[in-house]
């Protein structure tokens, strides 16, 4: 549900979208933090938003970070 927000903040599609590690951080529903890899070498981090059951609401791209790779670490931003 996140591919769609994010290539369409980037202008861009992607053919390889696969997340391969999260973190997670309670606030007033989840913070997600995913690194996410987009071409056999690029990796981005997502931060993704999900309300609390009750709001009915998909998940929400709130930031992203491009240029990563495979062995930068997952932090929270």
């Not at 369409?8 to 890899?37: M, W």
């Not at 709001?55 to 931003?77: A, I, M, S």
Request: glycine residues 6%; positive net charge.
């Amino acid at each position: 549900q996140v591919k769609p927000q994010f290539e369409s903040r980037e202008n861009r599609t992607y053919g390889i979208f696969q997340a391969i590690v999260y973190k997670t951080q309670v606030v007033a529903g989840i913070n997600y933090f995913i690194k996410v890899q987009v071409s056999d070498a690029g990796y981005v981090h997502l931060k993704v938003f999900q309300s609390l059951p009750q709001e009915n609401q998909g998940p929400n791209l709130v930031d992203f970070q491009t240029g990563k790779t495979r062995d930068d670490p997952l932090t929270y931003f």
